[in-house]
């Protein structure tokens, strides 16, 4: 890796929308006190120049110490995969949402040999992860994007080749209800960009959770309030923490350390809209 930025070398290996893109933004930048910039352009600009930011530095970490899950309670996980949702540096650094952590090690004390639960499974990072912490026996994923469906199920099958793997296009309250029945002792993860209230949204699925831990990846900014409703359907039958989504400075990160500073604050960039937050749901009887 370079010590030094070179957005030129950067350009050179990336696509042309985004060569194109980024000579946009120079262009708008040497204009910026003669004309309005529509912010939705600004917005997909600083995006595409993440992209190519993340793409230089997950290359560099495949490199020069393989594809194995670097930190976190993942660690040693194998991340082999074509295509990825979200921040595939710090997803292979194993600092990806690191406030979910302490959460995620609780669970492995709690809850070897249940079933993993995946609802918006992306690649698989937290399906796979969770399989291989839990030596889970059962893994179901659901997802809408048939991409994220291969590339968890291959993540999936790399990690835990001994689980018995369920796929799901799009889960609904009725389907997770019946996968319940048959397995009421599971992991659920649930980020399903604003679904979450839709999915436990019937006492029925509620009650059937009750012996099943949950992380709720909270979309305030789609529903807003939807953490309080959530929190009240589960009041009875869990015990019940919301987790803030924490800064994580890049140069804690030995990995980054060494890197140029845009490099570092790019590579470490989750991409929120607002900051997020979680429910972490226990069942009270356990």
């Known amino acids: 890796m370079p010590t030094k930025s070179s957005f030129s070398k950067a350009l050179c290996h990336a696509d042309a ?3 194109d893109a980024f000579k946009r933004c120079l262009e708008l930048v040497g204009k910026e006190a003669k004309i309005a910039v ?6 997909a600009l600083r995006f595409k120049l993440k992209d190519i930011i993340q793409e230089r530095v997950y290359k560099y970490l495949l490199a020069s110490t393989g594809c194995l899950v670097r930190h976190g309670p993942f660690q040693g996980m194998s991340y082999e995969v074509r295509s990825t949702w979200g921040d595939p540096v710090m997803k292979l650094l194993g600092l990806y949402e ?9 669970i492995a004390e709690e809850c070897f040999g249940y079933t993993v639960i ?3 499974c992306a690649e698989g990072y937290y399906a796979a992860g969770l399989a291989k912490l ?17 590339e968890s199920s291959s993540l999936v099958s790399l990690n835990c080749p001994s689980a018995d ?23 659920i993860i649930c980020d399903i960009e604003g679904g979450e209230l839709e999915m436990f949204d019937s006492r029925d699925v509620v009650k059937a959770c009750q012996s099943s831990y949950l992380i709720i990846e909270l979309h305030e900014f789609c529903r807003p309030g939807v953490g309080d409703i959530l929190s009240s359907k589960f009041s009875s039958s869990h ?8 800064d994580l400075a890049p140069t804690d990160v030995p990995e980054l350390r060494t890197l140029p500073g845009l490099d570092r604050a790019l590579s470490s960039c989750e991409s929120r809209p607002e900051p997020m937050e979680w429910l972490y749901l226990t069942p009270v009887a356990r």
């Open 98 to 106: 690191s406030c979910l952590h302490p959460a995620i090690n609780s």
């Open 239 to 246: 015990n019940i923490k919301r987790v803030k989504e924490l």
């Open 17 to 19: 929308s985004i060569r």
């Open 134 to 150: 839990l030596h889970a026996s059962h893994v179901i994923i659901s997802d809408i994007s048939k991409n994220a469906i291969t």
């Open 38 to 43: 529509p912010d939705d352009e600004l917005y």
């Open 118 to 120: 995946d609802l918006g």
């Open 165 to 187: 793997l369920l796929i799901y296009g799009k889960a609904t309250g009725e389907a997770l209800l019946g996968l319940l029945k048959v397995h009421p002792m599971s992991v």
